[in-house]
């Protein structure tokens, strides 16, 4: 029988990894006929909200954005969104941005359909507007090399454009491929595997690591990692950029 006192998770004041089997479900209202699972939030230190939305049979998502903005992305299945009256079709690799201060409906989700949300508080910017709706397809998103090397391929999901102060990418790391040298930096990170496995390095304690898994990075962890294994790993992160900083 196996122990049901073990786990891969780790929550500490600098980074957490978060292992599906811990998970326990939260009620969110609005959210209803679906599983909601609290990945990263303000609880463990965080600034931004990470969730995972499993949808069951006539499960629906129905609010509107106030302070934080949302990120969707659509990690298996599919559903249909309406933003602001806009309604498109999504399937797996798909991807909504609603700004603050929009409608949003997400449902006819063929069960068992999982989403990925980031959710920040918007920062404006004077001289800027609110960005706007945006409804995109990693598939569509190019992958350049990253830092030069062909081992490693970034595709930012979103405009680098000013009026925006969160950035979702995706990184995918041929098997053996590492981050060129371990980052500290003032940006946090809200991540989650999306394929494969590896080895992260969070403030020098390795962690095993492989699809499902999450990871939240406060600003200034330290951090590398290095895929390992028969397929590239894949993860979705998220980053807050282009603010003054404080
Ligand atoms: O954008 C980033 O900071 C990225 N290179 N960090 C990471 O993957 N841990
Ligand atoms: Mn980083």
Redesign the pocket.
Same mark, same amino acid.
């Given at each position: 029988m196996e122990i049901s006192a073990l786990t891969r998770s780790v929550v500490k004041s600098s980074h957490a990894v978060i292992s599906p089997d811990g998970y326990v479900n939260s009620n969110v209202p609005g959210w209803t006929n679906c599983t909601v699972n609290v990945i990263i939030n303000e609880q463990m230190g965080a600034q931004l909200c990470q969730t995972l939305v499993t949808f069951r049979e006539g499960g629906r998502l129905t609010g509107r954005t106030v302070a934080s903005q949302l990120f969707c992305y659509v990690i298996s299945g599919g559903c249909r969104a309406t933003v602001e009256g806009e309604e498109r079709e999504l399937g797996a690799g798909h991807f909504v941005y609603v700004p603050v201060g929009r409608s949003y409906q997400f449902g006819y989700a063929t069960a068992g359909t999982r989403m990925l949300t980031f959710h920040k508080v918007y920062e404006p910017l004077e001289g800027y507007d609110v960005p706007p709706v945006i409804f995109g397809d990693a598939a569509q998103v190019e992958g350049p090399a990253y830092l030069d090397d062909p081992a490693l391929r970034l595709q930012v999901l979103l405009p680098e454009d000013l009026s925006f102060d969160m950035a979702v990418?995706i /990184?995918t790391y041929d098997s053996g491929g590492h981050?060129p040298f371990v980052?500290t930096?003032v940006?946090e990170?809200g991540?989650l595997y999306l394929q494969g496995q590896g080895i992260y390095m969070l403030d020098h304690d390795w962690y095993p690591v492989k699809k499902g898994d999450a990871i939240w990075?406060a600003p200034y962890c330290r951090?590398w /990692?290095t895929a390992m294994g028969k397929e590239p790993a894949v993860y979705i992160?998220y980053?807050n950029v282009n603010r003054f900083p404080t």
């Open positions: 990418n /990184f981050l980052e930096h940006m990170h991540l990075m951090q /990692f992160y980053k």
